[in-house]
C-alpha cells in the first residue's frame, strides 16, 4: 500500500495549517503499514518565479516538512527529470488509448502568460470570486491579471484536451460521499486541457495537468493507494484518482479527508500563522504533532482548537520524554478503522493518561504514531 497527498505548491511562506496534510499521511503511512510520500509541486511555482530552480523549491519543502518530523527521503516533486519521463510515457499511453483529442477553443490570456485558460474556465473563475484566482473584476470585459496588471485578449487556439472517466470514489470518512458523488459526476462530463500554444513558444503542456498523473509515478508495485486530501481540495482529489484509473485500473485509490483546523485565539491571529512564527512559537516537533493530532475530529469539516488547549498541549507533552516508550512494531490498521482510532478523543484521553501518570501499554500504539522517532 502506499500513501500520500495531492501534490502540495510549494511556498516561500505558507500557513502553518499547510502541514496538516503530509503530517497525516505520515501518521496514516506508519498506522497502515505502508510506503509513505509527500507530493510536492514545485513546477507550478517556476511559473511564478522563473528565477529560482524546481530543485531549490523541492529543498525548501523538504525543510518546511522536517519541523514536523518528516525525513526527506518522505517526500517526492514534479520537478525531477524523472517525473519528465513519466510524463511523456503518460501522453504517449494516452495517444496510443486515442484519449487525446484535438480541440479548437477560445483561451483567454493575460501580458505576462500566467493567465492562459480557456475563456469557459476564465468566465466561471470570475463568477466563483475565487480569493487565490489569477483574475480580478466582475466580468469577462472587464478582467484583469492580479500579477501583470493587464486585460484579458481572446484567441481562438487548437487545444490538445482529454476526458476523464467516471468513477466511484472511495472517501473516508463518509461525511464527504454525497459531495464526492457530485464532483465524480461533473468530471466525468468535462474536458480536461492537456496543452495549449504557448505564444511564442510552441504547444506547451498545461500546468495543471502537467501535475495529475502522478499517482503512477509514485506507486512502484503497489496496487492500494490511499490520497489523504484537505475538503478543500476534493475536486482535484477526483480529477486525479479519474486519471489514474484511466492509465491503471488495477490500482485502487481510498481518499482520506481529515478536518480543517480553525484556531480560536483572541490575542494572536494564529489561523494566519506562517510556518516559520509558529515553529518560533511552537518550539518542540512533538508538541507541533500532537496539536495537529488533537484536531482530528473525522465528524466534521472543520474541528476549532482552543488556545487553552494548546497551552495544555504544550505542557503536557514535554512530560512524554520522562516516558519509556516501547518501540515494539504496531499492528497495521485499515484506513477503515484508522479514523475510530486516531482522532480528537482518543488523542485527549492520551493526554489525560500522560498528565496523570496512568499511561496503559495499549497507549503506545497511539503515542508511536504522534512520536515515531
Ligand atoms: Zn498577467
Sequence with gaps: MLVTTLPVTVNENPSFLT??????????????????????????MKTVDHEKSADSYFRLYQSQVSGIAIDPEFCAHDGSLDYERHFNNVLARLADARMLKELKQEISWCECGRVEIPTEAARALIHQQRPKSLIE?????????????SGLRTDMEQTLVTTLPRITVHG???????????????????????????RGHGMCYDADFRWLPYITSLSHTEKEVVIVSSPTTLNQAVKVMALTFALDSTIQCALLVHPLIRIRDQRTALSEMSIEKFYQL???????????????????HETLLGSEEIHLISQTAEMISSYGINDSQIAPISP????????????????????TSGLQPEDGRLLQLINPH
Design 19 to 44: 502541514l496538516v496534510t503530509p503530517f497525516l499521511a505520515h501518521v496514516a503511512s506508519i498506522a497502515f503499514g505502508a510506503r509513505g510520500m509527500v507530493m510536492a509541486n514545485t513546477i507550478g
Design 137 to 149: 473584476g466582475n466580468s469577462l470585459e472587464s478582467a484583469r491579471c492580479k500579477i501583470c496588471h
Design 172 to 198: 473516508i470518512p463518509g461525511i464527504y460521499a454525497k459531495e464526492l458523488e457530485t464532483i465524480a459526476d461533473r468530471i466525468a462530463t468535462r474536458t480536461v486541457t492537456v496543452s495549449r500554444r504557448h
Design 282 to 300: 511552537v518550539p518542540s516537533p512533538l508538541v507541533r504533532r500532537f496539536l495537529f493530532a488533537a484536531s482530528m475530529q473525522w465528524t466534521s
Design 336 to 355: 477503515e478503522d484508522f479514523v475510530h482510532f486516531f482522532n480528537r478523543g482518543a488523542t485527549n484521553r492520551l493526554l489525560k493518561a500522560i498528565r
